[in-house]
């Protein structure tokens, strides 16, 4: 243990006494880090001759009575400098000394008891996670996994009397993700004020990272690592600010016997003294190592590269970026050549030391964590981990290199004069290439037609803001749509058409785009849970960056198509050339950002645009890829007997599993657009009708689930053009609630009954229709009444609710965030329509955008690519038709040719072009865009 008389805690960082004499006049600042690590000094334990080095106190036993040392399993002059030292540079009052990293993790774990529980990571060291299991199994406590980057993920486990400690890393060990220790810290203090914070900080040393500063209440190293450097010894350091842990700390030790003995408490300290000089020459071929790469194609996963997930998270935490990095080859076969083929990169497990050293996590360090385990958390079995020592970097790449050229992963290529990633290297594995194949076919099929697609938006009828805490809400879609076309192109390029984002368009060669940064496709029925920051980034930078802040909607719009795009992209870079039908493709998508009048969605009105757009893109580029299928037709049994289509209104027509897999990838999407999703938008664009979402983390039943028999309601939406603030909106309610607890639970309360009332009477068949529609504008008084309370009204909205209410006598709320926005009005059945029309005129003359709709109908939609069910004579009789030529079933004849110059914009070169369902899409009104495209022939539908 420490000595006797504990420093006192640090107010500033290092704060220690500096030798004498101080001038008065000219007083010296705390020394920086190398000086401290450099400079072992313990004013209360002066040495009687003076010496310049800690002498080894290599004994047992001490002589004497009430002398401060008895016996070295309790304590030990030597270990004792050593904690010294440890606490001043680890701005910790208390340190000890074990004899390995993971003797302190059982020290800190013996503070646990049956029954309590543990909230710990899902990238862990696999000793950590060997010795988690242990005391799961063996001593009654509860472990949770959770993925720590995401610290909402910690919420839901979080109990105020049964959490006793959160075990975190940052980065993690292997995949060096990035966890935000000050936020968790706080988050768990408040929601559990007595739960112990601890850090394993093993992979930055206290010279790049002191946890204590951030929250954390015990922090703890694998001295065997960075701060002993030569991997001579093996230890462990724990450290503390809070007396009462310390104590029961020192007991442990003194009572298991686990102290650092002598002759490894000398050594560790001759270690610190270099810390800093080792981890800056580390730190430093540690970069340029990662920037080869990252150059090269490979996945690289390292702090210091811009393009690493949450990177700014770890630049306010930490003080550099480290010694070790992984990346993944795409072939555990080609990492194992990889691994052996090197000569100065030593194989081994551990970390830390001078020498550079390279490993194979999966088998060697986290080999204890069995296969299905790894493969849930995201653990790549061809992952290789390169722990970067001082040796000369040139030689260390170097040496790389020629391990990467002789396992076939990389190549010389004569036109660039550099050697590049081999995409489909020799090792890669035989089934991995044979499904590959198959996925992306021989022949262009499906990838040549046209798509044409559509999704709803949504309206939130009850729930809104009460939703963030915890209230059911019902969002059910809306029938404005946003359409998109996917045309092919035969140039090897890929063009982008926001016809309603200032008329944005942009095109990129298909070969330039970022494929470098792209992970490993997924295979059918794969899909991503998080975003690939490094994929963002990159196009960000790339193909991206010339598009101006201006068009800031068009550029973000841009982004989500492109990540889609790549992210599902099967073939690599072999087929990009030889097949250019698979990738080339024009994306045109009607979007609702343009004027009044216009049959599709007002943007930033809470309606779900956003939402409609990542459905359409994610559906275009699933079908391009072939991820998804249309269900294929059943063979006639007689030739001359068609198949009758009865109307199902729409319903149901798309396969429930199509809808499910549209929906994972539109929620990266609505990522990449919205940062923080609940989920809602999307899967109300996907499946329509209406569906209750409870938030996760609250003591009801969270999730989302479909509110059957869902009675399609006729709405008249207005949009206020007033924009919103979402956050300051949602901020408000939350400091209202803190400041006025009672008055907000209560109002939380009252809101949950109106969600359930309504809930109930929207899927209660034997209602009689009249009574529903009363039932439903009473509710949507009362919920708007409790939301003007809540302060989520606005001025606008309120006009809108008056002028509806007099003298029309309809009921009026809000929907979305409220501040603006816009506003849902129930329509009675037996409203009178030139009442209706005198209304909407009446809010047009004051400046508002109304929408006669419909709520509760059909989701996402797509143009049948059956000729059969193409509608021929609605085509010929179509109002916008100019040409006496009607086209063979299955084609669409344009109203008429556009202009030269807009041809070329459009990238029409051919006459076939000229019979596709895109120069019609693009010269349509947005008006007449709804009544052309159902014209068009049977549409399928969710």
Not at 804 to 816: D, F, Q, R, V, W
Request: contains cysteine.
């Amino acid at each position: 243990m420490a000595t006797k008389s504990q420093p006192q805690k640090l107010t500033t960082n290092y704060d220690l006494p500096t030798p004498e004499p101080e001038s008065p006049l000219r007083p010296r600042k705390p020394y920086r880090f190398s000086t401290l690590c450099a400079t072992v000094e313990n004013p209360s334990m002066k040495d009687q001759y003076g010496s310049s080095s800690v002498p080894i106190y290599q004994t047992a036993t001490f002589k004497g009575v009430s002398g401060e040392y008895d016996y070295s399993r309790s304590g030990n002059p030597t270990r004792s400098h050593l904690e010294h030292h440890i606490a001043k540079i680890s701005s910790a009052a208390h340190a000890f000394v074990v004899s390995s990293g993971m003797a302190a993790l059982d020290v800190i774990l013996r503070l646990l008891k049956p029954g309590d529980e543990v909230i710990a990571g899902d990238d862990l060291y696999g000793g950590t996670n060997r010795l988690l299991a242990y005391i799961k199994t063996h001593v009654g406590v509860t472990v949770h996994h959770v993925d720590t980057t995401n610290t909402a993920s910690l919420h839901p486990h979080i109990h105020p009397e049964k959490t006793a400690m959160v075990l975190l890393e940052s980065p993690t060990n292997p995949l060096l993700k990035i966890v935000d220790l000050a936020t968790i810290s706080k988050d768990v203090k408040e929601r559990a004020p007595n739960a112990i914070i601890v850090v394993d900080n093993t992979m930055m040393s206290p010279y790049l990272q002191r946890p204590l500063e951030h929250g954390a209440d015990i922090v703890y190293d694998s001295a065997t690592k960075y701060l002993s450097g030569h991997h001579d010894l093996m230890a462990g350091v724990v450290t503390c600010n809070r007396d009462e842990i310390a104590k029961q700390i020192a007991f442990t030790i003194n009572a298991v016997g686990n102290g650092l003995t002598p002759i490894d408490s000398f050594l560790l300290l001759r270690g610190i003294k270099t810390l800093a000089l080792r981890m800056d020459r580390q730190q430093a071929t540690t970069g340029l190592v990662a920037e080869y790469l990252h150059s090269l194609g490979f996945r690289v996963n390292y702090p210091g590269l811009p393009g690493h997930a949450r990177r700014e998270i770890h630049a306010r935490i930490a003080d550099g970026n480290g010694a070790v990095l992984s990346f993944e080859t795409g072939s555990k076969t080609l990492s194992e050549k990889i691994v052996a083929g090197t000569r100065l990169w030593g194989i081994s497990v551990s970390f830390g030391c001078v020498n550079s050293l390279i490993s194979m996590p999966c088998v060697m360090s986290h080999a204890s964590i069995d296969a299905a385990t790894r493969a849930a958390r995201g653990l790549p079995e061809d992952l290789i981990r390169l722990c970067v020592g001082i040796e000369d970097p040139h030689d260390l790449l170097d040496d790389l290199e020629r391990a990467l050229l002789a396992a076939g992963a990389i190549e010389f290529n004569e036109v660039q004069n550099k050697y590049v990633r081999v995409t489909e290297p020799e090792g890669a594995d035989a089934i991995a290439r044979a499904v590959q194949k198959l996925a992306v076919g021989d022949e262009p099929g499906d990838n040549m037609k046209e798509w044409l697609i559509s999704s709803p938006g949504k309206v939130i009828l009850f729930g809104e803001h009460a939703v963030v805490h915890g209230v059911t809400a019902i969002a059910a879609s809306v029938d404005l749509r946003c359409y998109g076309l996917t045309s092919p192109r035969q140039d090897r390029r890929l063009s982008v058409h926001f016809h309603d984002i200032g008329n944005f368009y942009y095109e990129w060669d298909i070969n330039n785009l970022p494929w470098g940064a792209v992970a490993s496709p997924p295979t059918v029925g794969e899909h991503p849970g998080d975003l690939d920051q490094q994929l963002v980034d990159a196009l960000l930078q790339g193909p991206l960056s010339k598009i101006s802040d201006a068009q800031r909607n068009a550029r973000v719009a841009s982004l989500a198509f492109l990540y889609l795009y790549m992210s599902l992209n099967k073939s690599e870079e072999r087929y990009r050339g030889a097949k250019t039908w698979i990738f080339s493709s024009f994306l045109d998508y009607v979007l609702p950002l343009l004027p009044a009048a216009r049959a599709t969605l007002p943007v930033g009105a809470g309606l779900g645009s956003s939402a409609s757009f990542s459905v359409c893109a994610a559906t275009a580029v699933l079908l391009l890829h072939r991820h998804v299928s249309i269900p294929e037709l059943p063979a006639p049994t007689d030739p001359t007997i068609g198949h009758i289509h009865v109307s199902h209104q729409g319903r149901r027509a798309l396969p429930s599993a199509f809808a499910e897999e549209v929906n994972r990838w539109a929620f990266l999407s609505e990522k990449i657009l919205h940062g923080n999703p609940s989920g809602v938008d999307n899967s109300v664009a996907v499946f329509g009708g209406a569906l209750a979402y409870t938030r996760p983390g609250f003591a009801r039943k969270s999730g989302m689930e479909a509110i059957q028999g869902f009675k399609s309601l006729r709405f008249l939406l207005t949009n206020s053009k007033v924009p919103r603030d979402t956050k300051k909106l949602v901020a408000g309610v939350g400091e209202k609630k803190a400041n006025e607890p009672e008055l907000v639970n209560s109002i939380l309360d009252a809101i949950q009954s109106i969600t359930d009332e309504a809930r109930r009477a929207l899927a209660d068949p034997e209602m009689p229709r009249e009574l529903l529609l009363q039932a439903l504008s009473a509710l949507i008084n009362e919920n708007h009444g409790h939301l003007v309370t809540l302060g989520v009204s606005h001025p606008s909205l309120e006009a809108i609710r008056s002028r509806t209410a007099e003298p029309y006598g309809l009921s009026t709320k809000l929907t979305g965030a409220g501040g603006g926005g816009c506003a849902v009005t129930l329509l009675p059945d037996d409203l009178k329509p030139e009442d209706l029309q005198r209304l909407v005129d009446d809010l047009i003359r004051e400046n508002f955008e109304p929408y006669i709709t419909s709520v509760g109908g059909s989701g996402l939609g797509i143009l049948s690519p059956y000729p059969e069910h193409r509608n021929r004579d609605a085509v010929a009789s179509s109002s916008l038709r100019t040409h006496e030529h009607v086209p063979p079933v299955g084609q669409v004849t344009p109203p008429e040719t556009p202009a030269p110059e807009h041809q070329e914009q459009l990238g029409v070169t051919t006459s076939e072009d000229k019979d596709t369902l895109r120069v019609s899409f693009e010269t349509n009104s947005t008006d007449g865009l709804a009544e052309w495209a159902n014209g068009l022939g049977r549409w399928l539908y969710v």
